[in-house]
């Protein structure tokens, strides 16, 4: 009976490609799943309900007509006072909402909702996950209410890293999305983990055992970028000694990652749309189609849906490649997890550098949390590198460190590269004095310096 309550709301016809895809592609990845997934638009309407949401209805319940999710999954024929979901639709900087289990608002068991634009930016309608149902039998037993347990927080997914409500938020629709064959579009700033997020769409798909391609489309010029990626034929430009497959034949079967989509030129992203379209390439130099498997996910971090009103971005690749976006949150609003992530990283570089085990302390812990980290989760894990490398002593507790971790955004790189030299001159006139029993003419001769020299960088390090 469940499989057929799929077909009881038909999917409708949209006018906006970009909508109608990505309620499409849900459709494909939510009808063989036993979560319970639905989509609803401005008005409550149900777009699209998969099988598994209807597990609760009895046959005699089931709507025999097109209904609004209050009827749907409430059970009931008022709309509800307060729906916590419809949120989604208050800006475009509303990611997902969180539905408490308490209230009217949760009476159909919504656990969280994420808003699905159209293609001028507009928020038109909205994915909705519910809590796991009980059989309908079960569920109509007289009970007495108890407090439901709060739902396990995950501090992994795969090599992803968090606790925080955004990165659980990420984790749901991570491993919702890989089971579809849709493509997927990964937004977010430099250093938010991009890559890694693809890699573990990758690895949770059925194509896990299949090639992982990774592509640096911003670090290639066009010709070039034709030839990795669509292979090229012998003689069809000077160098071409040979014929060579692209890396879409390479990824055959698999999954290939197309970074930095946004700074590609409109003459290879028109040959991308085509690949895209028509799922074939045809080598640089060639006439004949080559029929490719591959699932493409794409990543930037600019706002691609800006690039595409400035006609910077061609508008009908945006759409095939937004199937399915995923945004990832910067470090600074997921601060909670930055303890987690630096004990990550610390045990990682200890282990890297054959050093021993570091802890750290709580102060110290405090400043890196508090720190900029205009590199997200990239600049953290190389700092938390650096230190450890630099450092002596089982604790990360020097004051140098925490100030450098702290550097404001615009004090740029030069600031920072000067700051790590000047830490590892430091750690290495400390260690030198403590081989050499306090002995400065030694110490200097150890560090192969003379002893005024030694003597100005202990008044620079005040190291007296």
Request: with cysteine; charged share 25%; aromatic share 6%.
């Given at each position: ?224 970028l034709e030839s990795e990626l669509f292979g090229h034929m012998k003689g069809s430009f000077t160098g071409a000694t040979a014929n060579k497959r692209g890396l879409f034949e390479e990824a055959d079967g698999g999954t ?126 190389h700092y938390i590198e650096r230190a450890v490398v630099t450092t002596a002593g089982p604790h990360l507790t020097c004051g140098d460190i925490v100030a450098l971790g702290s550097k404001a955004p615009e004090e740029g ?52």
């Open positions: 009976m469940a499989g057929s309550q799929s077909e009881v709301f038909p999917l409708p016809s949209f006018s906006d490609p970009i909508l109608a895809a990505r309620v499409e592609a849900i459709r494909q990845l939510a009808g063989g799943v036993s979560d319970r997934i639905a989509v609803m638009d401005r008005e409550f309407n149900v777009v699209y309900a998969n099988a598994s949401a209807w597990t609760d209805r009895v046959p005699d319940e089931v709507p025999a007509h097109s209904a609004k999710c209050y009827e749907a999954f409430a059970h009931r024929t008022d709309p509800c006072d307060a729906c916590p979901a419809t949120k989604v639709f208050e800006g475009p900087d509303v990611q997902s909402v969180s539905c408490g289990s308490g209230g009217d608002g949760a009476a159909c068991g919504m656990h969280q909702a994420f808003p699905l634009s159209g293609s001028d930016g507009e928020v038109a309608s909205m994915l909705v996950l519910f809590k796991p149902t009980v059989s309908p039998k079960s569920q109509r037993k007289p009970h007495v209410p108890e407090e439901l347990p709060s739902p396990m927080v995950r501090e992994h997914l795969g090599d992803l890293i968090g606790r925080s409500a955004a990165m659980q938020q990420l984790f749901d629709m991570i491993a919702l999305v890989a089971e579809s064959q849709a493509t997927v579009l990964i937004q977010g700033e430099s250093g938010t983990g991009k890559e890694l997020v693809a890699k573990t769409i990758h690895r949770l798909s059925d194509r896990r055992d299949k090639p992982f391609v990774v592509v640096d489309c911003g670090s290639l010029p066009e010709t070039l290939i990652f197309l970074d930095e989509i946004a700074d590609t030129t409109p003459t290879f992203q028109a040959k991308l749309l085509r690949v895209l379209q028509e799922g074939e390439v045809k080598r640089v130099g060639g006439n004949q189609p080559i029929k490719v498997d591959v699932r493409v996910v794409s990543a930037t971090n600019k706002d691609l849906s800006e690039l595409v009103k400035a006609k910077a971005f061609r508008q009908d690749l945006y759409y095939r490649l937004a199937v399915l976006p995923l945004s990832l949150p910067p470090l600074r609003e997921r601060r909670e997890d930055i303890p987690l992530l630096v004990e990550h990283f610390v045990v990682a570089s200890c282990k890297r550098h054959r050093q021993s085990a570091r802890t750290v302390l709580s102060d110290v812990m405090q400043a890196l949390s508090e720190a900029a980290w205009p590199g997200n989760v990239r600049e953290l894990q790189l030069r600031t920072v590269v000067r700051d790590a030299v000047s830490l590892t001159e430091r750690t290495r006139i400390v260690e030198a004095l403590r081989k050499t029993g306090g002995n400065r003419l030694r110490a200097a001769k150890l560090l192969k310096i003379s002893r005024a020299g030694l003597y100005n960088k202990l008044r620079e390090y005040d190291l007296q």
